[in-house]
Nanobody, 115 residues
C-alpha cells in the first residue's frame, strides 16, 4: 500500500519561500504522475502543480512563475518550491499520486502566509 508523507509546511511572511517535500512508499513512484493540491478554509481542493513520470510539469495559473515542482525518483520524493508567497497561498497542501485506479493522498501540511 502506497503511503505519502508531506513535510515542510509552516508560517512565513508574504514574499517568503517554503519548500514542501513528499516521500512516497511503494514501487510505483517512478512511473506515477505526482501532484500537489491545496485546500483553503471554506474552499474546494484545487490542483497546484503536477509532474509526470517523464518530467513534464503543469501549474495552476495562480502559481506560475512562483512555484516549481520537481521529483527525485531515486529518493521517491516530490518537491514543491514556493517562492514569493502571498497570503492567498494559505492552505493545507496535499501530495497526491495519480494512479489508474484513482488518487492516493497524503495527510496534508499547513502553509500559512502572513501579510
Amino acid at each position: 500500500q502506497v503511503q505519502l508523507v508531506e513535510s515542510g509546511g509552516g508560517l512565513v511572511q508574504a514574499g517568503g519561500s517554503l519548500r514542501l517535500s513528499c516521500v512516497a512508499s511503494g514501487r510505483s513512484f517512478s512511473s506515477a504522475t505526482m501532484g500537489w493540491y491545496r485546500q483553503a478554509l471554506g474552499r474546494q481542493r484545487e490542483v497546484v502543480a503536477s509532474v509526470s513520470s517523464g518530467g513534464r510539469t503543469n501549474y495552476a495559473d495562480s502559481v506560475k512563475g512562483r512555484f516549481t515542482i520537481s521529483r527525485d525518483n531515486a529518493k521517491n520524493t516530490v518537491y514543491l518550491q514556493m517562492n514569493s508567497l502571498k497570503p492567498e497561498d494559505t492552505a493545507v497542501y496535499y501530495c497526491a499520486e495519480i494512479v489508474s485506479g484513482g488518487t492516493i493522498w497524503g495527510q496534508g501540511t499547513q502553509v500559512t502566509v502572513s501579510s
